[in-house]
């Protein structure tokens, strides 16, 4: 749209459209070529580490990733290890390292408020013990069904909560940025109109001659308070402040780094707002992000969480076949942490109707004649791949 | 959801031009049908007799294979995985014709594509590529093995579906 707006009105805003109009075909082209390599790196094996830092908090976690259902992790707080964690399968275990830590990956409320433990996380396991308990001695405690269904969309929440899912989780985050994003560029220091100022870019540059190349992600304008956004006044969102970057090297993705950053677009939120604000760098870009949150809070969105977000992969390749589960682990449902536990799981209770295809009758004999193949395998619909001759 | 999760496939027109390519026999030569009637109980293929607890049965399909005017398939069976007699879940195994058009990665994700009413998801398990879909209140994997393809669709409250599928992985054909 903001295109065509200029159509018309001269020569020089025809021919500076025609240009806009090219580049952003070569940045769509740059996007898709970036998502394709991100889902390739997603598929491979491997370790990875991963760091979201905030303000007070830095955060990090290092995997090793066998495949999509079998990793470890260890979770680490202003660098004091804090959580080991091992999913198998269906199947996950927790060790919390320090004692009282359980808080940091305990449900919450959706304003952020711990939520109380459920009446099984204190009820006495097999061991004795209940699940609160042995979390909070430095036990081991296996949920056979617990483990978090990370590709089901289950365990959505905001960045942060849970830093071992966010790491598991980084690629579908990093893809969705992606898509939210203007356009990308690749990454040149001659470039005249690069993706960040250099003043605003915090990530590391490839050296000039290296096999690495960083793709920069432009984001979108921050909006004017004129602009409206599903009937409600357009607020600036986590996607205007975003700052992201890939590095490749040899067509693997072996970085991508992410900035949140109010700074960057103080002085455009300031004349599309008609803000003063006073004070610090630091404290006008407190009290934006303040007002800002207030009112994306008010109409039931996230909040904006300044942060540096760094994912790095090692050992792309390198299959880790020895992860297992803990040997004299406490068993028990670990619905108390977030993301983990039954409902965490994908999987419900509630429901006893079988398989399609299938009647059987819980409890009683059944009959297998009515069980059929899954219908697209030898009854194509009409319209699908399956039928070929016609 | 993410592009991965929206890795689908083709949009349905798409699909729908696919089709009538083959069926006019100009752009997938290799693709041939076979009648429900002439389709074979899989053979070679070799499961468990039980898997976590679920004792697998071959179920009776014929009559609804045999009514099929045309597939891609010459073979199937279908078991049935019960926990005492509760259907838990079940498990598909079918050989496409003779043809490469089977290993493409586009004619895979299209048959993904109808059997699951879900955007499919692409995951790495065990090193093979599954794809995980859903049906009515039902988890389903799908994956591929030369001319093999494999279904397994377990209940939404079946407890430990991933499980079920590290195991069903290393049936032999």
């Known amino acids: ?390 | 959801m993410t592009p991965r999760r929206l890795a689908r496939i083709a949009p349905v027109a798409v699909a729908v031009a696919i089709l009538v390519s083959g069926c006019g026999g100009g752009s997938n030569p290799e693709l041939k049908g076979t009648n429900g009637s002439a389709i074979a109980a899989a053979a070679n293929v070799t499961v468990p007799p039980t898997v976590l607890g679920l004792t697998l049965s071959s179920e009776n399909v014929a009559q609804t294979v045999a009514s099929t005017p045309r597939t891609y398939v010459d073979s199937l069976v279908l078991y049935g995985l019960r926990q005492d007699n509760l259907l838990e879940a079940t498990f598909q195994v079918a050989r496409f014709n003779p043809g490469n058009v089977y290993t493409r990665q586009q004619f895979r994700l299209e048959m993904v594509d109808q059997i699951g009413s879900a955007l499919p998801v692409t995951l790495d398990v065990a090193g093979t590529t599954v794809y995980l879909t859903e049906g009515n209140r039902q988890r389903i994997y799908v994956w591929f093995a030369n001319r093999f393809f494999f279904v397994l669709a377990c209940r939404q409250d079946y407890q430990t579906p991933r499980s079920l599928l590290r195991q069903l992985l290393m049936v032999q054909t």
């Not at chain 1, 949140?260 to 004349?271: E, G």
């Not at chain 1, 942060?307 to 406490?330: C, F, K, S």
């Not at chain 1, 819980?362 to 009515?370: D, H, L, M």
Request: charged share 20%; hydrophobic share 35%.
């Open chain 1, 1 to 390: 749209m903001r295109w065509r707006r200029g159509v018309g009105v001269g020569v020089v805003v025809m021919l500076s459209t025609v240009g806009l109009t090219a580049c952003k075909s070569n940045g769509d082209q740059i996007k898709t070529q970036v998502d394709n390599m991100l889902l390739q790196a997603e598929q491979v094996p491997g370790r990875f580490l991963y760091e979201d830092k905030t303000a007070t908090t830095d955060t990090v976690v290092k995997g090793v990733v066998a495949d999509d259902d079998k990793y470890e992790s260890e979770l680490a707080v202003n660098g004091t290890p804090v959580v080991d964690e091992v999913d198998v399968d269906d199947a996950v275990a927790d060790l919390f390292l320090v004692p009282n830590a359980v808080p940091l990956l305990a449900r919450r409320s959706a304003g952020g408020q711990l939520l109380p433990p459920p009446p099984d996380a204190t009820a006495p396991t097999a061991d004795g013990l209940s699940v609160l308990q042995a979390l909070s001695s430095q036990r081991w405690v296996v949920d056979p069904t617990g483990a978090a269904d990370v590709y089901s969309g289950v365990g959505t929440h905001p960045i942060g909560q849970d830093p071992i899912f966010d790491a598991r989780d980084v690629f579908s985050y990093v893809l969705t940025a992606i898509s939210q994003g203007v356009t990308m560029v690749k990454y040149d220091s001659e470039s005249i109109s690069p993706a960040y100022k250099p003043q605003d870019d915090p990530f590391p540059k490839p050296a000039f001659g290296s096999a690495i190349t960083r793709y920069d992600l432009v984001a979108p304008s921050v909006p004017t308070k004129t602009q409206q956004s599903g009937g409600n006044e357009a607020v600036p969102s986590t996607a205007d402040f975003r700052k992201l970057v890939v590095y490749v090297e040899h067509g693997r993705v072996i970085r991508i780094m992410e900035q949140i950053d109010l700074t960057w677009r103080l002085q455009n939120i300031k004349s599309n707002y008609s803000l003063s604000l006073s004070g610090t760098t630091q404290q006008q870009d407190a009290a934006a992000l303040a007002a800002i949150n207030a009112v994306t809070v008010g109409q039931g969105n996230t909040p904006i969480r300044p942060r540096l977000m760094d994912y790095q992969i090692i050992d792309p390749g390198v299959v880790a076949d020895d992860i297992t589960l803990p040997a004299n682990a406490v068993v028990g449902p670990l619905d108390v942490l977030v993301n983990r536990g039954a409902a965490s799981a994908g999987t419900t209770t509630s429901t006893t109707e079988p398989p399609e295809g299938a009647t059987p009758s819980e409890g009683s004999e059944e009959s297998t004649a009515e069980t059929t193949p899954t219908p697209a395998t030898t009854a194509p619909a009409s319209g699908g791949p399956p039928s070929t001759e016609g």
